[in-house]
């Protein structure tokens, strides 16, 4: 029993772990941001999942589930 929840943790962990790198692969995400404006680096991490989105929906072969 526990070696089964284990195992449906572990394989949440690793999607939310892809996504967060697909995400990090906009530099703006993982470099330090200088502009001091308010807002900017919430919508540098906007701009970046939806890059990210875009990507995996126009992606040519379709995600293992």
Do not use: F, W, Y
């Amino acid at each position: 029993m526990e070696k089964e929840q284990n195992r449906r943790i572990s394989q949440v962990r690793v999607r939310v772990e892809h996504a967060i790198a697909g995400v990090k692969r906009s530099r703006m995400v993982k470099d330090v941001l200088r502009n001091t404006k308010a807002g900017i680096s919430d919508l540098s991490i906007l701009l970046a999942c939806g890059v990210h989105n875009l990507r995996v929906q126009q992606r040519h072969r379709p995600l293992r589930r």
